[in-house]
């Protein structure tokens, strides 16, 4: 089992930065797909990116251009650098861990192990 631990949120302007981190803490060594999944009041969660093991990445077509996820392993840690930030982009935004790493889901329930969330403001 793996605990996954988010940071980095807070309120920003349209055209701002922010970096997400989300630690994992457990059975690290196992390999894991890691995703970045967000959800604003009153929408499902949606997909925005993840990372495989052996640094594979899919994005979500909102996002590209704009977002980058990467993983340092050493520090069991994946981040979500965020750019060019709009109003739409308000929202929690969740790190989770998948146990399918033979290709990258991007589906919420493929997703086994969920961290608490971060709230990331974009004000106009």
């Known amino acids: 089992q793996v605990q996954l631990v988010e940071s980095g949120g807070g309120s920003v302007q349209a055209g701002g930065s922010l970096k997400l981190s989300c630690l994992a803490a457990?059975?690290?060594?196992?390999?894991?797909?890691v995703g970045w999944f967000r959800q604003a009041p009153g929408k499902e969660r949606e997909f925005v990116a993840a990372i495989n093991w052996n640094g594979a990445i899919v994005a979500a077509d909102s996002v590209k251009g704009r977002f980058t996820i990467s993983s340092d392993n050493a520090k069991s840690t994946v981040y979500l650098e965020m750019n060019s930030l709009k109003p739409e982009d308000t929202a929690i935004y969740y790190c989770?861990?998948?146990?399918?790493?033979?290709?990258?889901?991007?589906?919420?329930?493929?997703?086994?192990?969920w961290g608490q969330g971060t709230q990331v403001t974009v004000s106009s």
């Open positions: 989770a861990a998948s146990l399918r790493v033979d290709s990258i889901p991007t589906l919420a329930l493929f997703y086994a192990y």
């Open positions: 457990g059975r690290t060594s196992s390999r894991y797909t």
